[in-house]
């Protein structure tokens, strides 16, 4: 027979109770440890109410949790009651300028790699502000991302632009973002190898094969800036290059450092590393046709020039001197003079058309140094 034991009711609300009371802990905790940063100091601009001075402790669409006392009690402040249009709100964050300053002083001095992974800590620590209008933590996510894209890393883009959070970008950052979001999504692709993808997306900048341009190799991009120009050329040429058509890829290469060569430099140097790299495997330079040679020539020498030789690939280094020049030879023929004349001294002209030869222009002593009387 199964014993039972019965506790009385006043144990089994304090157990309940504690049971309770550890499990809240352990859930703060688990909180804690996603988002570190729990509340963000910010001073909001109410419609009714003046202007607190507060903690913003949780966001959504509709409002934010604000307390006026650290780790105080919340009270839901929907964005219809803080003064602004749009996502013009007047709600200021205390701590933009110092939480941003690290990574953007890693971007500023170009060391992108490390950039994006500080602009990534400020997402995850104010990952509760997302959702408040011209936030700090979305602008950082964009900025995580392009640090990635300059840095070459394209899986580390993908995995930005695929998070739920990016659509923060979008929806909370003001317009000036939008574009270049657009773009960094198309780095995504490229990050992602899904190459059918990215050219189906890259179709929508280009022209319309009709008429004259049915016979171009590829089409013609629409007139967009050179800076945008320049990223295109670059991602179509990767999906030529990944297709085999390396002669288009070639096109797109040298479209892109043309165009980037002072708009921007990254790109440029990537795009001239990516035509060597067409170059090098090319068979007619291991026959060392001249025209192979002279091409791989021609374009480690340049690169060599801007970025310096050192920064290439060994085997690269060796190509890095000027091509030779075509000699161009005069193939202009002195024609012989009429029989019974001599030939005249080279820039004797015909005679005037007074008919009178050799006499100076009115002024013309002057000029050789005799005065008019």
């Known amino acids: 027979m199964i014993k039972h034991t019965f506790f009385p009711m006043k144990i089994l609300s304090s157990i309940t109770a504690i049971l309770a009371l550890v499990f809240l802990t352990l859930s703060a905790g688990s909180v804690q440890a996603q988002n570190p940063v729990r509340e963000t100091p910010a001073v909001i601009g109410l419609v009714e109410g003046g202007s607190p001075q507060g903690y913003i402790q949780n966001s959504n669409d509709q409002g934010i949790q604000f307390a006026t006392a650290p780790g105080g009690p919340p009270r839901p402040i ?37 950039a994006g992974d500080a602009f990534g800590a400020v997402v995850r620590n104010y990952a509760i502000i997302l959702s408040v209008p011209q936030n700090f933590a979305s ?21 930005v632009v695929n998070m739920p959070a990016a659509a923060t970008i979008e929806s909370k950052l003001n317009d000036r973002y939008e574009r270049d979001f657009e773009f960094q999504k198309l780095w995504g692709l490229l990050g992602e190898n899904k190459m059918s993808d990215l050219e189906t997306a890259l179709g929508v900048y280009q022209e319309p094969m009709i008429g004259d341009a049915k016979l171009l190799g590829a089409p013609n991009f629409k007139d967009l800036p050179a800076t945008e120009l320049a990223e295109l050329a670059f991602l179509r040429a990767k999906v030529f290059d990944a297709k085999g058509e390396k002669e288009k890829a070639l096109d797109d290469y040298y479209r892109t450092f043309t165009l980037g060569y002072g708009n921007n430099v990254l790109l440029a140097k990537l795009a001239m590393g990516a035509v060597m790299q067409i170059h090098k495997v090319d068979p007619a330079l291991e026959k060392e046709n ?3 040679v002279s091409h791989m020539q021609s374009i480690a ?30 193939e202009a023929k002195e024609e012989p003079a009429p029989e019974g004349e001599e030939a005249k001294p080279e820039g004797e002209g015909e005679k005037p058309a007074d008919g009178k030869a050799g006499k100076p222009a009115e002024g013309a002593k002057e000029a050789a140094g005799e005065k008019k009387e």
């Open 78 to 114: 929907a964005y219809s009651q803080i003064k602004g249009e749009g996502l013009n709100k007047a709600i200021r964050f205390d701590e933009r300028v110092d939480v941003l300053g690290e990574a953007r002083a890693l971007f500023s001095a170009g060391k992108y790699a490390e």
């Open 139 to 159: 602008e950082a996510l964009f900025y995580q991302a392009e640090s990635y894209r300059r840095a070459g890393l394209y899986a580390k883009v993908a995995q």
């Open 290 to 292: 001249k025209q192979a």
């Open 301 to 330: 020498y340049q690169f060599s020039k801007r970025f310096g030789k050192d920064t290439m690939p060994p085997d690269y280094q060796r190509f890095a001197e000027r091509p030779p020049m075509a000699q161009m030879k005069s």
